[in-house]
């Protein structure tokens, strides 16, 4: 599977993005997906994940409250809707795919998106 991360841009800070991952291939609805971010001097940090069939999510404690997980396989898409921004959520974002549901842990990912970036301002 393919995977394009897009949405991502300058907002000041309580104001919201909504993030796209869109997917290549007939085997979308097999695969948990994912989102990570990174920030430069920082290690990868999970964000969000979402099951196969959507009725599953999970969240990074940073973003618990904030940020929504959906996905919709008649389009494999899945978004990311981030409201409440903050500037310690200033990143890049990457969504990945994973068949198996271990959702914070990136090394289960197999296939990655090339990263969007959001910047937050204060």
């Known amino acids: 599977v393919q995977l394009q991360a897009s949405g991502g841009g300058l907002v000041q800070a309580g104001a919201s993005l909504r993030l796209a991952c869109a997917a290549s291939?007939?085997?979308?609805?097999?695969?948990?997906i994912g989102w990570f971010r990174q920030s430069p001097g920082k290690e990868r940090e999970f964000v969000a994940a979402?099951?196969?069939?959507?009725?599953?999510?999970h969240y990074g404690d940073s973003v618990k409250g904030r940020f929504a997980i959906s996905r919709d396989n008649t389009k494999s898409t899945v978004t990311l809707q981030m409201d409440s921004l903050k500037p310690e959520d200033t990143a890049v974002y990457y969504c990945?795919?994973?068949?198996?549901?271990?959702?914070?842990?990136?090394?289960?990912?197999?296939?990655w998106g090339q990263g969007t970036l959001v910047t937050v301002s204060s």
């Open positions: 291939g007939r085997t979308f609805i097999k695969y948990v």
């Open positions: 979402i099951g196969s069939r959507g009725g599953t999510v």
């Open positions: 990945a795919a994973a068949l198996s549901w271990v959702p914070s842990r990136p090394e289960v990912y197999g296939y």
